[in-house]
């Protein structure tokens, strides 16, 4: 089955600064790459995803990478707020069903 | 539209009891997954049903269970409760625009429970 490595599992950056977080996968079947945002004691959220049609995406100060070659996908957030601090988690899905493999999440944690 | 919405909230059981968790996903969504969340693991995949079948089903034993109504609700059930089955249980619904393809999925605030 699929499996979702990600790194690193904390980390903390200074408000304003730039965070990349990355995963790799194992599964080369696998076509959709989301990222949720779990802040504490609420739901997970999409912040943004990525199909293996696509190299890269952009959403403001989010963007995600894919390399499939690699089976490696990145998270960059620019000019991180206090409120990007949160749980990060990556997933990879492949089409034809919903069974998601999530990362083992990464604690964002910005430095005012 | 109405979120994804999970009941009870809170669970306290003891060893070898037995709990059922229910899910109503967003209107018009028919595919509905259950993950387990626990510190130490991320979320983990429970099983996924879709228009009332099981398509899916994740690595975990044959005490947990679940079943997908035709208004799409979703139950899982675990039995025979032991102390490390304590954890936030979160349901995702999405909608499958196209067949086959994978989308965005909408969680529940979960179940918390606790297995004493």
């Known amino acids: 089955g699929e499996n979702v490595e990600q790194h690193p599992s904390t980390l903390s950056v200074q408000e304003g600064d730039s965070a990349v977080i990355k995963c790799t996968y194992s599964?080369?079947?696998?076509?959709?790459f989301p990222w949720y945002k779990q802040e504490l004691g609420k739901r997970p959220q999409l912040i943004i995803d990525?199909?293996?049609?696509?190299g890269e995406k952009k959403d403001q100060r989010i963007a995600v990478t894919l390399n499939k070659t690699a089976k490696h996908f990145s998270l960059h957030i620019t000019e991180t707020q206090p409120e990007d601090s949160a749980v990060y988690f990556c997933?990879?899905?492949?089409?034809?069903?919903?069974?998601?493999?999530f990362g083992i999440g990464t604690k964002l944690q910005v430095i005012p | 539209k109405a979120g994804v919405t999970q009941t009870p909230r809170y669970l306290i059981k003891t060893r070898g009891q037995q709990v059922t968790l229910s899910c109503s996903p967003i209107?018009?969504?028919?595919?509905v997954s259950w993950y387990q969340q626990t510190p130490g693991q991320g979320l983990q995949f429970l099983f996924e049903?879709?228009?009332?079948?099981?398509?899916n089903k994740g690595n975990f034993p044959g005490r947990f269970s679940g079943r997908q109504f035709s208004n799409s609700r979703s139950e899982m059930n675990v039995s025979t409760l032991e102390l490390g089955d304590s954890a936030l249980y979160l349901c995702?619904?999405?909608?499958?625009?196209?067949?086959?393809?994978?989308?965005?999925?909408?969680f529940g605030p979960g179940t918390r429970l606790t297995v004493l």
């Open positions: 209107s018009g969504h028919r595919s």
């Open positions: 997933a990879a899905s492949r089409g034809g069903y919903q069974k998601v493999t």
């Open positions: 049903y879709f228009s009332e079948t099981q398509r």
């Open positions: 995702a619904s999405s909608l499958e625009r196209l067949a086959g393809a994978p989308n965005e999925q909408f």
């Open positions: 990525i199909r293996s049609n696509v």
């Open positions: 599964d080369s079947a696998s076509n959709y």
